[in-house]
């Protein structure tokens, strides 16, 4: 059997971002024990419903998960040991900001078992972390990673480019500093306005702008360009790598293998006895602290997706990666021949214009075709 991956989700944060549409939600107060015991019981019941199958990956993720208390996550690594085949070299990421607070709990999630951190830090200067809503400020970025560096054997973190003003000259320069401190991952997300932000409403009325479309492809080629000066490639879209160090979690999402989503608005794929099912969450962490407590569970909605719709997720998932796709293995996923996935004509058509290629057996998107792949892959996907 393939491996699983498990995504472990915490709603709360100390502050909603001006960017985000996360499920997240400000709280005075989280009873953490009483949501860590609902955690358990809910990754108990998919773990009777799977199997004891083999676990690659563990992945706390949010919300701000480093606001966890450090036992619940310790209790749930070792109920997911217990419960699955861990892989030897399993690994256990937990998000975290870079908040003094925050920082300081590092050591007791190393000593719960996890064995990579990704930092939130967006930026190492200090106006747009003011502009990005973030409680931390550059020097508290700068002396977490370094902590963390001592802490964890593998380390990522975040930035956000593409903001209001930004020119290719800083944001070079600023990703230097961050690739001088970054070890072995940096996820690098262009900003982008989600609607129903504080910063869909500041846009919408005129209160900045963002950088035009060719600027933000030249921003985008700029940071390929530095990464690669310190032996990080492009492994996806956004996430950058040295060879080994890839996120094993994502490329499991990617790769569009099987995963399990516990807490409030997680999703999950699960493909058993043939059928592919799809099943999210209640979004809401009191109710679905309610229904857990209560069912066992809080799936709201689970359903079988059809062998078109899985072809179209794996595909959708799989070109945004640099290995791009093997239609052999969409095949195996989706139970459709990969001729009945894409649409012939534009496929011959995106090979002419140079926006994908096979490299061997594998579709991928060129560097040109993944500056185009959201206006691509709608016209070339059945």
Request: net charge negative; proline share 5%.
């Amino acid at each position: 059997m393939e491996p699983l991956a498990l995504y472990v989700h915490w709603p709360f944060c100390a502050s909603k971002c001006p960017y985000c549409d996360f499920n997240s939600h400000v709280r005075d107060r989280v009873d953490g024990a009483r949501f860590g015991a609902a955690l358990r019981r809910e990754l108990a019941r998919e773990a009777a419903r799977v199997g004891r199958r083999p676990l690659a990956s563990i992945f706390f993720g949010g919300g701000t998960p480093s606001l966890m208390p450090p036992q619940a996550v310790a209790d749930l690594i070792a109920d997911a040991r217990a419960l699955f085949d861990a892989a030897p070299d399993i690994e256990i990421t937990l998000e975290a900001n870079p908040t003094s607070v925050e920082a300081a709990k590092l050591r007791d999630f190393a000593a719960a078992g996890v064995n990579r951190v990704s930092l939130g830090v967006q930026s190492l200067e200090e106006a747009p972390l003011r502009f990005l809503g973030r409680q931390h400020d550059a020097a508290q970025a700068i002396a977490a990673l370094e902590l963390a560096r001592g802490i964890f054997p593998r380390l990522s973190f975040d930035l956000i480019y593409a903001r209001p003003g930004q020119t290719e000259a800083a944001w070079r320069a600023e990703l230097r500093r961050a690739l001088a401190l970054a070890a072995d991952h940096l996820s690098l997300y262009q900003l982008t306005i989600e609607p129903g932000t504080r910063f869909a409403t500041q846009y919408a009325r005129g209160d900045f702008r963002l950088p035009e479309d060719e600027d933000a492809a030249r921003l985008y080629v700029a940071t390929a360009e530095e990464a690669a000066g310190f032996g990080l490639a492009p492994y996806e879209v956004s996430n950058y790598a040295r060879p080994g160090a890839e996120s094993r979690h994502n490329l499991q999402y990617w790769r569009y293998g099987d995963y399990i989503g516990i807490g409030a608005g997680a999703h999950q794929r699960l493909l058993l006895d043939g059928a592919m099912l799809a099943a999210r969450r209640h979004r809401g962490p009191e109710e679905w602290l309610a229904r857990v407590e209560r069912d066992g569970h809080a799936v709201t909605e689970e359903e079988t997706l059809s062998p078109s719709d899985r072809a179209r997720e794996a595909l959708l998932m799989g070109l945004r990666l640099a290995e791009g796709i093997d239609p052999a293995r969409v095949e195996a996923r989706s139970a459709l021949p990969f001729a009945q996935t894409v649409d012939a004509a534009m496929l011959e058509a995106c090979l002419a214009e140079g926006y994908l290629a096979w490299q061997g057996s594998r579709l991928v998107a060129t560097s040109e075709g993944r500056l185009r792949l959201d206006a691509m892959l709608p016209a070339l996907l059945r």
